[in-house]
């Protein structure tokens, strides 16, 4: 048996399950061991948002012990987006002199 983490970061909390897994278990049997869909029935799984330490991995990943799966949610706001948006408040900011 190996002891991995299941995190699952909601806009307003970060959920982490403990688990403890057979040797050989992947990553998409590890989110299935975590009881993370029973606690967020509405989570939706994107086999391309899945990590390892902030490394993407597929499914099929066969995880270590000490291994924590991260579970990523989409992005609410495209973050060049916010930096351009704050770059122009800046220079507008600037010219106004405040």
């Given amino acids: 048996m190996i002891r991995i983490e299941v995190v699952y970061d909601t806009a307003h909390q970060l959920e982490l399950f403990a688990v403890e897994a057979p040797a050989g278990t992947t990553v998409a049997e590890a989110i299935e061991l975590s009881g993370v869909r029973e606690k967020f029935e509405d989570i939706v799984v994107d086999e391309n948002a899945l990590g390892v330490f902030g490394r993407k ?21 495209d973050p060049k987006e916010i930096r351009r948006k704050r770059a122009k408040e800046a220079i507008s900011n600037r010219q106004k002199g405040l």
């Fill in 57 to 77: 991995i597929e499914p099929e990943y066969v995880l270590q012990p000490g291994d924590r799966v991260e579970i990523y949610r989409p992005l609410i706001a």
